[in-house]
C-alpha cells in the first residue's frame, strides 16, 4: 500500500513563502513523476507542478518563476517552494505520485491560504 502525506500548509501574507512536503512510502515501483495540485471548493483539481523520475520539471503558467519544484529521489519525497505567494493562490494543495504499475495516488491535502 502506497501513502503519501503532505505538510508545509498555513496561513501566510501575499508576497509571502511557504514550502510544502511530501514523503511517499509503501511498496513504490516504477515513478513516472511527482507533483503538486491544489484545488478551491467548487472547482476541480489543478495541476501546478511536476517533476519527472529524470529531474525534468514543469510548471503552470501561473506559477512559472515564483513556485520550485524538487525531489529526493533516495527518500521519495517531493517538495514545492512557493514564493511571491498571491490571494489565488490559495486552495488545498494535493501531492501526486504517477508511477508505471499502479498508476496514480493522491495525498490527504494541505491547505494553503494567501490572504491580501
Known amino acids: 500500500q502506497v501513502q503519501l502525506v503532505e505538510s508545509g500548509g498555513g496561513l501566510v501574507q501575499a508576497g509571502g513563502s511557504l514550502r510544502l512536503s511530501c514523503a511517499a512510502s509503501?511498496?513504490?515501483?516504477?515513478?513516472?513523476?511527482m507533483g503538486w495540485y491544489r484545488q478551491v471548493p467548487g472547482k476541480q483539481r489543478d495541476w501546478v507542478a511536476t517533476?519527472?523520475?529524470?529531474?525534468?520539471?514543469n510548471y503552470a503558467n501561473s506559477v512559472k518563476g515564483r513556485f520550485t519544484i524538487t525531489r529526493d529521489s533516495a527518500k521519495n519525497t517531493v517538495d514545492l517552494q512557493m514564493n511571491s505567494l498571491k490571494p489565488e493562490d490559495t486552495g488545498v494543495y494535493y501531492c501526486?505520485?504517477?508511477?508505471?504499475?499502479?498508476?496514480?495516488?493522491w495525498g490527504q491535502g494541505t491547505q494553503v491560504t494567501v490572504s491580501s
Open positions: 501526486n505520485l504517477n508511477t508505471y504499475s499502479s498508476g496514480n495516488y
Open positions: 509503501g511498496n513504490i515501483f516504477g515513478i513516472i513523476a
Open positions: 517533476i519527472t523520475s529524470g529531474g525534468s520539471t
